[in-house]
């Protein structure tokens, strides 16, 4: 899977499949300038092997102590909580201003139960969206809209790049280090050679066909690279008729412009326009394949995270 919360339940399932006793923690609550999300996962097994991050390192050798005294005694759920104020925050490591809350329960049927993670995982095979609920007191967790710690895990990323280009060769693993799924979509076949994307299985349909089946939806990003109308316009009309969470094209704010044109004449109104980022990636006076799929990345990264800047 590609979400790095759900590779860890599912190393946490594997390890409980094979007879050891696990622990997950979950950052149920942040403060201030905390150093991971909300809902991130540390796994911990009875041994104290682990996978995941809460803390990215600053508190894990304490969370990893009581994983292990929770799995020894066979106690309930227990909630820690670390801050910069924190005589034992300091001596694991959090000094990075913030407050984080951290929610311990063992892997089993009266805790996060191994039948939901088999959830998760069919889910992110079917791009399907999940929330989870927990009550932090008795460390229950179950398929619910809503209660007292509520964890939703969306449909795995995907990125649709139209243009087997050499900014995509660049992308590709860009995006593959982010934990995205890519498909690379061109027919012409000069381009779309096997020996150029090794390891990926490219698509050589036309995008809106390619399109159709793929089927954009919420956690979906479709980068046009060809500076093609023939198959940029047909890729961005099919994308902006979906709920893709990014769509982008390459090209100067001239060609862009035209491009506007041409995709309203079509029926889009400029509102629906908008959504289409171009020319395509962060300004960071990229001036390279590689630097210009990075700013690209990065782009689709802040649109994920919610954090892009509204257009003027």
Known sequence: MADDDLQTLTKAKAWYDAGHKVALATVIATWGSAPRRQGAHLAIREDGLFEGSVSGGCVESDVITEAKELLETGSGARTLEYGVADETAWRVGLACGG????????????????ALITLLE???TTGEAITLATEPATGLTIEAPEGPFVRPYPPPRRLAIIGAVHI????VPFAQALGIAVTVIDPRGLFAADARFAGLDLDRRWPDEALAEWRPNAASAVVALTHDPKLDDVALAAALRSPAYYIAALGSRKNHGNRRERLAAQGFDSAVLDRIHGPAGLAIGAANPPEIALSIAAQMTAAWRGALVPKA
């Open 168 to 171: 995509a060769q660049s992308l």
């Open 99 to 114: 407050r984080i809350e951290i929610l311990v329960q063992r892997l089993e049927d009266d805790g996060f139960s191994p």
């Open 122 to 124: 069919h889910a992110a």
